[in-house]
């Protein structure tokens, strides 16, 4: 369902939670390694990333209760999915202590929610370890809720999703007059995604690339009513120079796409939103199952046997170019497989481009994922405006999509 044009949510800032115990759904789906016998998490980037959320809860005398999925357990008590790690890491990087709930419902939750006082928190193990999670039971919904006063839902990651944790239990809160609002993440990711996007400053250049046409082929529709420019790189350049009739090799592609890609290049032609697709590219062939042979292919077409793997030097400039001179920029996608060091040239030249127009005033939104992996590679990722924490909610949000997590909260 599309989305209302932007309406701003309650946020922690407007409640008073002195006393209050406040339900606090964050998304500490973080990376763990197994190291002996211990799971070890091997990022914390998703658990800072809540600290200015909880230092907030804190200083206003909450007791607060987190939650959050890990993994993918299916409604079973898978002992590496345990939250438990999350927890002394936790109590880590803000210094206090957080205890532990070993269920996210019942006694055992209720128990651990009593002791808490005020300024303290607590977090409930994996929401997932039951199947009514997924599902969103409105029983479910109703059990998380019991022993808490307010919801503030700070995992843009998870919004995406109509779960018991996301959607259910606002809806559970809200009906019994309780408010729901929007932890200071989430808030800062419908501003610069929600806001900013809906009435961008102009030029507004939207820089794309990644795998595929079809994953943000509804972004495109959607911002080439919004953009000014519009560049392309990386695979799915691929499937847009099939439709314009060009030699594409042995490039990723999706053929059954072509059409949805026509249909693009003719609406941004009727809009005048300049549609750039790369003009040169590193092409490369596997063999053995390794990249073999990188070389520039400087024609429009690519030669039989060969995969496009990067944009080029010349692509690399036009792109830079576009880039100077934005008043908002959104970037999602690399330009190439920039794993691979020697295809990473292109997703330098935009990060480097993207940095430095931020540097002269523009806006830049990072829409996630393998861009924000990029900038951060590169050293760059203090240079940009913002880079969202959520990967499929981004897209579904720029979109246009309504979000079920956001669309529950309280409005101002
Ligand atoms: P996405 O998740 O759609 O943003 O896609 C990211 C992935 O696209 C990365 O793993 C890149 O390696 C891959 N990618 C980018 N350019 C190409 C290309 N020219 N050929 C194959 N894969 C690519």
Redesign the pocket.
Known sequence: MLRPPFMAKLTVNDLNLQGKRVFTRVDYNVPMEKTGSAMVINDDTRIRATLPTLIALIEKGARIVLASHLGRPKGERVASMSLRPVADKLAELLGQPVAFADDCVGEIAQVAINNLQNGEMLLLENVRYHSCEEANGSDFAEQLAANVDVFVNDAFGAAHRAHASTAGIAEVITARGGQCAAGLLMERELQFLGEELDAPDKPFVVIL????VS??IKVIDRLIEKADTILI??????TFKLALGKSVGN??VEPDKVDIAQAALDKAAERGVEFLLPNDNLISQMNDGAWANPVLNSAEDIPDGR????IGPATAARYAEAITGAKTILW????????DAR?AKGTMAVAVAVAAATGAGAVSIIGG???VKALNQNGLAGQVTFMSTG?GASLEFLEGNELPGVAALSEK
């Open positions: 690339g990644g795998a595929k994953d943000k790189g990386g695979a799915m350049a691929y490039s990723l995969e496009g793997v990067d999602n996608g690399p330009m190439g497989i920039f794993e295809f994922g393998d861009s990967g």
